[in-house]
């Protein structure tokens, strides 16, 4: 099971963080990534984390700005937003997958959680 927490409002320029906890699984085994899905769009990978942490990978819309992170003694992943635009404004999913690699494809990952909603203000 994967929950959610932290989204919210935020005007333009702000932070949020985003927090995702894995229950049910070996966490450390778990390629942990995170997409987000506006209105009328697919699915988009945001940033993506290796098993133990050291590899990481983010959309080119948000490298720079956004920081994936994952503490494995507390089963937890996360996503610092810095500098966020209304453009950023999506429920966000975090995402597990049994895997090496950091796919780029919603398909590929295995485990989803309900999502957070992110609004930014203009």
């Known amino acids: 099971q994967l929950v959610e927490s932290g989204g919210g409002l935020v005007q333009a320029g702000g932070s949020l963080k985003l927090s995702c906890v894995v229950s049910?699984?070996?966490?450390?085994?778990?390629?942990m990534g995170w997409f987000r899905q506006a209105p009328g769009k697919e699915r988009e990978f945001v940033a993506g984390i290796r098993r133990s942490g050291g590899t990481t990978a983010y959309a080119d819309s948000v490298r720079g700005r956004f920081a994936i992170s994952r503490d494995n003694a507390k089963n937890t992943v996360y996503l610092q937003m810095n500098s966020l635009k209304p453009e950023d404004t999506a429920v966000y999913y975090c995402s597990a997958d049994v895997s090496v690699i950091i796919y780029l494809r919603a398909i590929e990952y295995d485990y989803w959680g309900q999502g957070t909603q992110v609004t930014v203000s203009s």
């Open positions: 049910g699984g070996t966490f450390s085994r778990y390629v």
